[in-house]
């Protein structure tokens, strides 16, 4: 499994550079639907071990975050998984629908 916490825009920066289609989650430490949401996203990104997929914590990278969400235009929520193709996201959940299933069907869908 390929998991990568980024940290600040710099980290952000990079990844988009060598990157175009990104899977990135918003996670909470604290938030008991967050910690369920990441098991599903670890599971997913085990099952997908040929892939590198992205996630920020919340409490240590509110500015990323925060960045995140006017770049993409999409509100920030937490738990929240976005994809992108570029820079244009085009999918993303949140909360209870942060789900293996989900996450692998838009996945591929989104996949160029």
């Not at 550079?17 to 990441?38: D, G, R, W, Y």
């Not at 919340?58 to 999409?74: F, H, K, T």
Request: hydrophobic share 30%; aromatic share 8%.
């Amino acid at each position: 499994m390929s998991l990568i916490q980024l940290h600040n825009e710099q980290d952000w920066n990079l990844v988009k550079e060598q990157k175009t289609h990104i899977v990135l989650m918003k996670n909470s430490t604290t938030c008991p639907v967050s910690h369920e949401a990441f098991k599903q996203y670890q599971k997913f990104a085990s099952e997908n071990d040929k892939e590198t997929f992205y996630y920020l914590n919340v409490q240590d990278s509110r500015p990323l975050s925060n960045l995140i969400a006017e770049e993409s235009g999409v509100k920030h929520e937490s738990p929240q998984v976005l994809i992108f193709q570029g820079n244009t996201v085009v999918w993303h959940d949140s909360h209870w629908n942060i789900t293996n299933k989900k996450l692998t069907e838009a996945n591929e869908k989104t996949k160029a």
